[in-house]
T-cell receptor, first 114, second 109 residues
Framework: DTGVSQDPRHKITKRGQNVTFRCDPI?????LYWYRQTLGQGPEFLTY????????KSRLLSDRFSAERPKGSFSTLEIQRTEQGDSAMYLC????????????FGPGTRLTVL | GENVEQHPSTLSVQEGDSAVIKCTYS??????FPWYKQELGKRPQLIID?????GEKKDQRIAVTLNKTAKHFSLHITETQPEDSAVYFC????????FGKGTRLHILP
């Protein structure tokens, strides 16, 4: 499968627990993006990486959220002390800065915080 | 920062008719304008995009127009079919992509 993959696809957790999501971008894509999407809304930008460097973080990303891309390939998004308001679809996308730089999305991880 | 407004939020058209979705953006530095289609429970899929040095682009039944002076861009779907029913998002990008809130398109039989 040469597309963007995300794991897990679904996560149910209790309030206060920590969760971690993984994104594997398309091979050789140097940019990786994280978005959050709630029902009836468009994806909201959270953060993005170029290779292993985190270039920008949205104000939406509170200090409970952290993202890493240690080797410039896969990325993880961790949410600490989850709150019910964190319930959403977390989407990852990747692109390559040479050529079209089109973003391709993964299937998302749906988080439900009880 | 960039702000993207999208209208209408819901659109119903008779099968075979055309559908038009309009967006405006605020950041004149934005240079890339993709459109994504999202079916229920699925990931956004890129359907067409346009760059700031082009005024119009067409791909079969789908066309996008861009007016950089007015900061408007639009999606046109002709000869609509039932499978066109979905939520459509416009977006604008300088570095990161900022999405509109989406248009739910219903194709009526």
């Amino acid at each position: 499968d040469t597309g963007v993959s995300q794991d897990p696809r679904h996560k149910i957790t209790k309030r206060g627990q920590n969760v971690t999501f993984r994104c594997d971008p398309i091979s050789e894509h140097n940019r990786l993006y994280w978005y959050r999407q709630t029902l009836g809304q468009g994806p909201e930008f959270l953060t993005y990486f170029q290779n292993e460097a985190q270039l920008e973080k949205s104000r939406l990303l509170s200090d409970r959220f952290s993202a890493e891309r240690p080797k410039g390939s896969f990325s993880t998004l961790e949410i600490q002390r989850t709150e019910q308001g964190d319930s959403a679809m977390y989407l990852c996308a990747s692109s390559v800065t040479t050529g079209e730089d089109t973003q391709y999305f993964g299937p998302g991880t749906r988080l439900t915080v009880l | 920062g960039e702000n993207v407004e999208q209208h209408p939020s819901t659109l119903s058209v008779q099968e075979g008719d055309s559908a038009v979705i309009k967006c405006t953006y605020s950041d004149s530095a934005s240079n890339y304008f993709p459109w994504y289609k999202q079916e229920l429970g699925k990931r956004p899929q890129l359907i067409i995009d346009i760059r700031s040095n082009v005024g119009e682009k067409k791909d079969q039944r789908i066309a996008v127009t861009l007016n950089k002076t007015a900061k408007h861009f639009s999606l046109h779907i002709t000869e609509t079919q039932p499978e066109d029913s979905a939520v459509y998002f416009c977006a604008a990008r300088d570095d990161k992509i900022i999405f509109g809130k989406g248009t739910r398109l219903h194709i009526l039989p």
